[in-house]
């Protein structure tokens, strides 16, 4: 069973598209993350959420938005799809508790903006 | 805010040689720190957690201490493999926020 798992793995698109990439986690986690992996490589948090709070990275554009319909989702819409967007977006999920835990990650998706 | 640096950025390494990945991180006040692997093309796997409390975590060639007073963390690979070649990443939690901050990664080649 997948732990995380995100569709599509791929995804073309034009500039000025709307996309959505979605996330499920089936590990009873109850905290969601999206990252953005630019081309060399540096994993930069875009979003982190709980039932409770939604933190957004102050540098990501409001173009980028989640959107989560359970505790076990947390799916990324872009609106008006810019090339800058190219990258691989990863969906990640973890447990909230005070001793830390282990951050799980999906096989996430390559985004190509045309 | 938490910085976290990994050196080299690149290391190349004949098979069999056991060799180190250091990874550093400017605010000590974390959690735990997780070191992850990478093959091209594909997600993150977990290869090792070190919560705050403890000093090392094994887990078969590899070991990864860590040293929260000077902000370091180290993963040791024993007799390397070229199934090693991957890029490497740390990644540390902090007290305070709900996010983990990653280093920017070693990529390694075990050349046979």
């Known amino acids: 069973d997948t732990a995380v798992s995100q569709t599509p793995k791929y995804l073309v698109t034009q500039m000025g598209n709307d996309k959505s990439i979605k996330c499920e986690q089936n590990?009873?986690?109850?905290?969601m993350y999206w990252y953005k992996q630019d081309s060399k490589k540096f994993l930069k948090i875009m979003f982190s959420?709980?039932?409770?709070?939604?933190?957004i990275n102050e540098t990501v554009p409001n173009r980028f938005s989640p959107k989560s319909p359970d505790k076990a989702h947390l799916n990324l819409h872009i609106n008006s799809l810019e090339l800058g967007d190219s990258a691989v977006y990863f969906c990640?999920?973890?447990?909230?508790?005070?001793?830390?835990?282990?951050?799980?990650f999906g096989n996430g998706t390559r985004l190509t903006v045309t | 805010k938490q910085e976290v640096t990994q050196i080299p950025a690149a290391l190349s390494v004949p098979e069999g040689e056991n060799l180190v990945l250091n990874c550093s991180f400017t605010?000590?006040?974390?959690?735990?720190l997780q070191w992850f692997r990478q093959d091209p093309g594909k997600g993150l796997t977990s290869l090792l957690l070190?919560?705050?409390?403890?000093r090392e975590q094994t887990s078969g060639r590899l070991n990864a201490s860590l040293d929260k007073s000077s902000g370091r963390s180290t993963l040791y690979i024993a007799a390397s493999q070229p199934g090693d070649s991957a890029t490497y990443l740390c990644?540390?939690?902090?007290?305070?926020?709900?996010?983990?901050?990653f280093g920017t990664g070693t990529s390694l080649t075990v050349i046979p």
């Open positions: 990640a999920s973890s447990q909230d508790r005070e001793d830390g835990s282990p951050l799980h």
């Open positions: 590990l009873g986690h109850d905290t």
């Open positions: 959420y709980n039932n409770k709070e939604l933190i």
């Open positions: 605010d000590s006040a974390i959690y735990n």
């Open positions: 070190i919560q705050s409390s403890q």
């Open positions: 990644a540390v939690r902090p007290y305070t926020g709900n996010q983990f901050y």
